[in-house]
Every structure is written in C-alpha cells, then in structure tokens.
T-cell receptor, first 114, second 114 residues
C-alpha cells in the first residue's frame, strides 16, 4: 500500500534517447518533488510542483522537464539523456496544510545512461 | 555552494555508544530542520524534525540540537544499535506555505559495530 510509487524502478537508456520517469501518489498531497541522488551529493532537487498543471524549477533543472497532469501524477522527462544523468531518482510528496515539512518518498528509480 | 553540508561522510560507533551527526547550513532564512534515514536501496524516511523556535527536541533515543547563531544542527543517537547502521541525511529549508522545499546534505554513513 505504498503511497508514492515510481516507475520504472530501473532503466537503462542510450545517450541521446528520451526517458520518462513516472510518479503516482495516493496521499492526496498538493506538493510533489523530483530529487536525484548521487554519491557525495545527497539529494538534489530537480523540479517540484504545488498544483496540477504547474511545475517549478528546483536547484538543478538543466536537462530535465517535468509534467504534473493531475494531483496524483508527476513525471520527470529527459529529452536527450546524457551520461551525467545516470543516478537514482526519487519522487516525493508533502502536505502543505500539515505544515510539518515531511516528505514522503517513493522507492526510487535507478537510471543508467550508456 | 553547498547550502547544507555534512562534513563527515562516515562515522563508526560502538554498540551502546552515542552517535553524533552534524550538519551546517548557510541560509539565515531556514526555519525547518530535519534528519532522514536511508537504508541501501530504500527510500529516505523522516526520523525527526524541529522548527527554529526551539533549540532541542527529543524523541526516544534521538535528540536534535539546533544552534541558529552558529547555523548548525546535530542529531544525537543514544544507546546506538546495529540496526541504526544507515546513511543519515540532514535537511533544511524555509517552510514557505508548507512547501517543504528542502535542501539536503551529502549524507553521513553511520556504522554501529557490535
């Protein structure tokens, strides 16, 4: 009954190819986020969204696009995948009304670009 | 530059000892501080958090100390156990409308040896 689910969990892509990572949440949260994890860098925010049909740039948005077609779904799109985008990607959601700031993460998507 | 920094990439503690994890931040506007725990191949989960109006918060074996003048916060784990072995990520942010746009540190790998 995971509340934040990501797909695919693992993907191998070729350089220059298009990659779409999908995220679905059943928390009824307004805020959703995409982070990437690299060794030595912790988690870095790529894009986030606080309402459907709207996305915001995070700290490292270059090379990525995001799409929020509904409250439940948030996608991360790599139009031209590059070697440097090999990483583990985490989606998360949060509830602004609660004010706790707690992020609820998905299981992660491991992307390898060759 | 790195807005949230964990200077120790790794820490080893004997079982039963106290684990002290440190985090420094740069932004004076940060008013929310958190520690997340991450096991290998798992997603991060929130351990404990504090807001800037307190300088200490305890929860069982966990205590967070916040030093706003020094832009520093730490996590103390007493009676450390082997199951505490994990990567610990500190995070900080401005709780703007509850968006929880968090900046994470690089992580500290804690190993509790028996």
């Amino acid at each position: 009954e995971a509340a934040v689910t990501q797909s695919p969990r693992s993907k191998v892509a070729v350089t220059g190819g298009k990659v779409t990572l999908s995220c679905h949440q059943t928390n009824n949260h307004d805020y959703m986020y995409w982070y990437r994890q690299d060794t030595g860098h912790g988690l870095r925010l790529i894009h986030y969204s606080y309402v459907a049909d709207s996305t915001e740039k995070g700290d490292i948005p270059d090379g990525y696009k995001a799409s929020r077609p509904s409250q439940e779904n948030f996608s991360l799109i790599l139009e031209l995948a590059s070697l440097s985008q090999t990483a583990v990607y985490f989606c998360a959601s949060s509830d602004p009304g609660g004010g706790t700031g707690q992020l609820y993460f998905g299981e992660g998507s491991k992307l390898t670009v060759l | 530059g790195q807005q949230v920094k964990q200077s120790s990439p790794s820490l080893t503690v004997q079982e039963g000892g106290i684990s002290i994890l440190n985090c420094d931040y740069e932004n004076d506007m940060f008013d929310y501080f958190a520690w997340y725990k991450k096991y290998p191949d798992n997603s991060p989960t929130l351990l404990i958090s504090v807001r800037s109006n307190v300088d200490k918060r305890e929860d069982g074996r966990l205590t967070v100390f916040l030093n706003k003048s020094g832009k520093h916060f730490s996590l103390h784990i007493t009676a450390s156990q082997p199951e505490d072995t994990a990567v610990y990520l500190c995070a900080a942010g401005e709780n703007q409308g509850g968006s929880a746009k968090l900046i994470f540190g690089e992580g500290t790998k804690l190993t509790v040896s028996s």
